[in-house]
């Protein structure tokens, strides 16, 4: 994970040397084991480079890279598969050392088609005097755009800022392909423009249509300074997924559904699908290639060596390298139970279960305040933890026992039955109004946004705090204030895209049937990188940590989009068994029984932070709170 910045100019009055001090805060934050700055000038632009890294992989390589030939690049992502990248290399060098060697625009297009694992990146092209830039197919890292002083300059970064008041214009890169700006021609013309490099499935598709529809969805967001075009090759990346299957059943099957719906909604009715062949097969490979993604996503760091058998039980001081966001719902407890599977034993997980407070009452504090001050706002005061576990320790236990807080508590005692001798570290993060809203106000806002509805407010506040891993740890004999040390956060988000998790799945199925409801799980994955992943991106890697998505692996999408979608979900059962279908049978056949049933319950909800303040909107109104940021506040309580 790092972050990545790139400032171009134009104009001479507008060259500078450094970036803005909240906008440098801001990437550092990102990524705390090194931080360099590059210049690039020429008569007519200058490129400003700035580099954060937080080191996972191979050795640590400070960023921006650059070679003999004035070429540079920026990296914001993890090789998983496509390229090869051994467990002591780093991949940021082997990417480069692939650009580097590209004699050609299909050359590089080439390399990113290639490339499985989420990624962001800035590439500077010398010989051509060009930049370029995007994002993975999914999105799943944040990189934004802001563009002023009528096309002199702009800036890309994987995190914005926001002035007082008002929200900075910063827009996020659409991952619709690959962007490429020729800065010499831009410094001559009055105009900026964007070549667009789109995704496009092998087959079928018309180029054209996929470009002419991407350019109009862009340029609607953009200043008119700012052109988007089609590259005049008409080139194209390789989209690494396989087309959604479309196919409808038969009515032998419905007949069969229907007499399924009729049976007893237990635990033995996800038994029945599994005595019939095919459909345990198809569990049993679904299983197989989620655990392959948990395994990358989990082995992909550097940890210390692994002590032998007979000292496992002796590790009980030893810090988790990773970390799942825990509800206790079958998304997060599958995701739990695999991650076990491929963790070294003597390392602990950890558990992070988010609970915002139910009601207010005034709470005695007892703990001593003296903490070391804070030189400005680029860390996170050393108290801000002390007062939270001071209000929670001070507070009876109901008022943070919130929906996902007892579901949790049930998934840690099946996770602790699976495995006994693995510590699992169920982390309980307690969450004030007053805490809430100071750190959305001084923090979380400028995260979230460029997005900006309830919805999202309530979703990154609630990622936020579950990510930075600050609350109790949790064991049969106490309860003792605890900070995940975990560097990577794995998170189930793509589970309900692509398995008809939402309750609008539902209603799509009831009002169009299976077709309805395989344009519905089309357009969720669609949209998936504009409405959820670069804003918990930013979020989670707010706190020096990275966000790993096991159900967003490439080659669990695609295995997911070969099956009809009568073997995914049925919606013809009640909430519980019908929707994620496949991933209830997949928790069926690993032995996990309670969350195995368990309906899905949004993270806004299943937390409380929705009831926490006003209950009267709706989830895609536009958020106030969200635009409330006093630079003055800011100075006083940082």
């Known amino acids: 994970m790092c972050g990545i910045c790139c400032a171009v100019s134009f104009s001479v009055e507008h060259f500078s040397r450094d970036l803005k001090e909240d906008l440098l805060c801001n990437l550092k934050r990102r990524g705390p084991d090194s931080s360099k700055q590059l210049l690039r000038s020429t008569v007519n632009y200058q490129c400003l480079f700035s580099g954060h890294v937080l080191h996972l992989r191979g050795l640590l390589t400070a960023q921006p890279v650059e070679d003999e030939r004035g070429n540079v690049f920026l990296w914001n992502g993890e090789v998983f598969s496509g390229i090869k990248v051994e467990a002591e290399e780093n991949d940021t060098q082997i990417i480069f050392h692939y650009l580097s060697s590209c004699k050609n625009e299909s050359d590089i297009l080439s390399l990113f088609s290639k490339v499985q694992g989420p990624w962001s990146f800035i590439y500077y092209q010398a010989s051509s005097h060009s930049l370029w830039f995007g994002r993975d197919f999914f999105g799943r890292r944040s990189l934004l755009w802001h563009f002023s002083n009528l096309g002199k300059s702009f800036c890309l970064s994987s995190v914005g800022t926001q002035a007082s008041g008002v929200a ?11 962007f490429r700006i020729d800065l010499k021609s831009v410094s001559t013309s009055q105009s900026v423009v964007l070549k667009l490099y789109p995704w496009k ?16 969805e862009i340029s609607a967001d953009l200043p008119t300074f700012v052109l988007v075009a089609a590259n005049e090759a008409k080139l194209y990346l390789k989209e690494p997924v396989v087309p959604l299957n479309m196919a409808l059943p038969q009515a032998a099957f419905e007949t069969h559904c229907s007499s399924i719906s009729r049976s007893p909604l237990t635990r033995e009715t996800l038994r029945v699908f599994l005595t019939e062949g095919h459909m345990k097969e198809v569990v049993q490979q679904f299983i197989g290639v989620l655990s392959t993604a948990v395994k990358r996503r989990v082995l992909c760091l550097p940890r ?15 810090k988790a390298n990773v970390a799942v966001l825990f509800s206790g719902g079958i998304d997060s407890m599958v995701i739990a139970a695999l991650a076990d599977h491929h963790v070294p034993l003597d390392e602990p997980i950890d558990l992070l279960n988010v609970a915002f407070m139910t009601k207010e009452k005034t709470i005695p504090v007892n703990f001593n305040k003296k903490g070391r001050k804070q030189k400005n706002h680029c860390e996170m005061p050393s108290e801000e933890f002390s007062k939270s576990a001071a209000a929670t320790a001070a507070s009876p236990g109901e008022q943070f026992n919130v929906p996902d807080r007892v579901t949790g508590r049930v998934g840690l005692k099946e996770l602790q039955a699976a495995n006994p001798l693995r510590i699992w570290n169920f982390v309980e993060i307690n969450v004030s109004l007053e805490e809430l809203q100071r750190l959305r106000r001084t923090r979380i806002s400028h995260l979230i946004q460029p997005l900006d509805t309830v919805l999202d407010d309530s979703i990154g506040c609630a990622v936020w705090f579950a990510s930075r891993g600050a609350g109790w740890l949790v064991t049969q004999d106490a309860a003792q204030p605890y900070q995940s040390s975990a560097k990577v956060v794995l998170t189930g988000i793509g589970a309900d895209e692509q398995l008809a998790g939402y309750s609008r799945h539902r209603v799509r199925f009831l009002a169009h049937g299976l077709e309805g409801l395989n344009k519905e799980i089309k357009m969720e994955l669609g949209r998936i990188s504009s409405r959820n992943l670069g804003r918990d991106d930013r979020v989670i890697s707010d706190h020096g940590k990275e966000a790993r998505f096991p159900f967003l692996d490439e080659n669990v999408v695609s295995f997911l989009n070969s099956l009809p979608v009568w073997e995914k979900a049925n919606l013809t059962l009640p909430r519980g068994i019908g929707e994620k279908l496949i991933l209830r049978l997949a928790a069926v056949e690993l032995g996990l029984t309670a969350s195995a049933l368990l309906p899905k319950r949004a993270m806004q909800f299943g937390s409380r932070i929705a009831k926490m303040e006003k209950n009267n909107e709706k989830a895609s109104d536009k958020c106030g709170r969200l635009q409330i940021i006093s630079l003055e506040n800011l100075s006083v309580e940082n």
Do not use: F, M
């Not at 900075?168 to 690959?178: R, T």
């Not at 058998?309 to 001081?317: D, G, H, M, Q, Y």
């Open 304 to 318: 210390d060596e692994h002590l032998a058998p007979s000292e496992v039980l002796k590790t009980r001081n030893r």
């Open 168 to 178: 900075d214009q910063w827009q996020e890169v659409p991952a619709s392909g690959i």
């Open 201 to 216: 499935y092998s087959s079928g598709d018309d180029i054209r249509e996929c470009v002419n529809n991407s350019l109009t």
